[in-house]
């Protein structure tokens, strides 16, 4: 079946300007994380939603950044007044949570790579 | 908190050399571990996995083994080939009922040279 997907691939915004990237995990995932990666480094969390429930937003970055999943499938990250410092590659990731399995495996999109100018 | 520290790229190597990439973990408790791979253009893939002490995983002729004692998970590969180079990272999950986000490492930058 289809992996997660990520729309833009890219996106080139001014300061200043809102955004909003988007995720699509595969179907049935239950549980979807966001990370931002800077430029040579890892990636870092930023929030996970099982279903619509946002159960864990500690890693977002400042007040400007929103997430939503409100049907529990898609989520949409969005970033306010976007500066400098918020460009990076964002990527999204879905996994299921499986009864027993401790461990699930998290499946990644291809990532959106945001540049502020 | 929890922190992965792995060692610095680019690494280069020629084919059919031996890789080894250092990992090193700090958790407050006990953490699966992770390597994920990500090729040039595509995206971030899992490499293998191990959730306890001494358990070794394993996947497309790497291999890592948890060691507790040492707070290590260090990557190997026999031989490499040209299309191993990539991007690895090292990463944690503590489990807990909110959820298992990820931990990363920088990432080390694999360069295998025919």
């Known amino acids: 079946g289809a992996g997660v997907s990520q729309s833009p691939r890219y996106k080139v915004a001014k300061r200043g300007q809102d955004v909003a990237l988007r995720c699509d995990p595969i179907?049935?995932?239950?549980?979807l994380f966001w990370y931002q990666q800077a430029l040579g480094q890892g990636p870092e969390f930023l929030t996970y939603?099982?279903?619509?429930?946002?159960?864990?937003k500690s890693g977002l970055p400042s007040d400007r950044f929103f997430a939503e999943r409100p049907e529990g499938s898609v989520s949409t990250l969005k970033i306010q007044r976007t500066q400098q410092e918020d460009s990076a590659v964002y990527l999204c990731?879905?996994?299921?949570?499986?009864?027993?399995?401790?461990?699930?495996?998290?499946?990644f999109g291809p990532g959106t790579r945001l540049t502020v100018l | 908190g929890n922190s992965v520290t792995q060692m610095e790229g680019p690494v280069t190597l020629s084919e059919e050399a031996f890789l080894t990439i250092n990992c090193t973990y700090t958790?407050?408790?006990?953490?699966?571990l992770f390597w994920y791979v990500q090729y040039p253009g595509e995206g971030l893939q899992l490499l293998l996995k191990?959730?306890?002490?001494?358990d070794k995983g394993s996947n497309k002729g790497f291999e890592a083994t948890y060691r507790k004692e040492t707070t290590s998970f260090h990557l190997e590969k026999g031989s490499v080939q040209v299309s191993d180079s990539a991007v690895y990272f090292c990463?944690?999950?503590?489990?807990?009922?909110?959820?298992?986000?990820?931990?990363f490492g920088g990432g080390t930058r694999v360069l295998v040279k025919p």
């Open positions: 990731a879905s996994s299921f949570r499986l009864a027993g399995e401790i461990t699930d495996t998290q499946y």
């Open positions: 179907s049935g995932h239950v549980s």
């Open positions: 990463a944690l999950i503590m489990i807990k009922a909110a959820g298992n986000k990820l931990t």
């Open positions: 191990a959730t306890k002490a001494d």
């Open positions: 958790a407050t408790g006990y953490p699966s």
């Open positions: 939603f099982q279903n619509e429930a946002q159960l864990d």
